[in-house]
């Protein structure tokens, strides 16, 4: 799978740095297409999955909209049989040292701000993420032990285009939508947390099918993932 980290890290490198609200950037193509037509086959069951406890994640008639599952050697060995190599394989590429210098050093100016010249041990942690109908984030910043997110989009097809996170300028009455990233098939995008770090998806109407994703979180090694600290 070393080509698989070789081509994300070419995209990482070739994106360009958009300023506002802080930086982030969007990739397409991340995976070759046989990659990404088996990621879509291979994405666990929904039984695989738990929900979230989360406001933004529960109706007002109790319905949860929100499912992830961590990606551990230790829930691999719960997928099919099958499919079990290939996420290991995976679990591999997301977690690897060279991803994360990619993602870092793609912010280095802004980690390096917030850090100086010493900077923490970082770790990486994968989480798939299902989305039901009803399902919204509210404007975030995320917590201040995450250094920064890379989430991977899977659609199957271009009609969830308009599901993609969106990155908001706080104002003194509101929020200010700068721009929705497009969910698109074989897409990502990628952020450094800071005070300024704005975003948020809005509702899924009653109509949508399941929305899939992954995230990778580069978190302060030491105060990383737990299932009570889960908001993206």
Do not use: C
Not at 8 to 27: T, V
Not at 79 to 106: C, G, H
């Amino acid at each position: 799978m070393q080509s698989v980290i070789d081509r994300l890290i070419e995209r990482i490198k070739a994106s360009q740095i958009d300023p506002n609200p802080s930086e982030n950037i969007y990739l397409e193509d991340v995976f070759t297409a046989e990659i990404y037509k088996e990621i879509l086959t291979r994405l666990p069951d929904d039984d695989d999955y738990h929900f979230i406890e989360h406001p933004d994640a529960i109706l007002p008639d109790g319905t949860k909209t929100r499912k992830l599952l961590d990606l551990t050697d230790e829930t691999i060995l719960m997928l099919k049989p099958w499919d079990q190599d290939f996420w290991r394989q995976m679990k591999n590429v997301f977690t690897s040292k060279e991803l994360l210098q990619a993602i870092t050093q793609k912010f280095h100016e802004r980690i390096q701000k917030r850090f100086g010249e010493t900077w923490p041990e970082m770790i990486t942690v994968p989480i798939f993420y299902r989305d039901y109908p009803g399902y919204f984030i509210s404007p975030h910043t995320d917590a201040p032990f995450k250094i920064a997110t890379m989430q991977f989009y899977f659609p199957s097809d271009m009609s969830q285009i308009h599901l993609g996170t969106s990155f908001l300028q706080k104002e003194p009455s509101e929020f200010r939508v700068l721009k929705t990233n497009q969910f698109k098939p074989n897409s990502a995008y990628a952020f450094v947390r800071t005070d300024e770090s704005w975003h948020a998806v809005k509702r899924m109407a009653v109509h949508e099918r399941k929305r899939n994703s992954l995230a990778l979180t580069i978190y302060e090694k030491g105060k990383e993932y737990n299932s009570s600290k889960v908001y993206l």
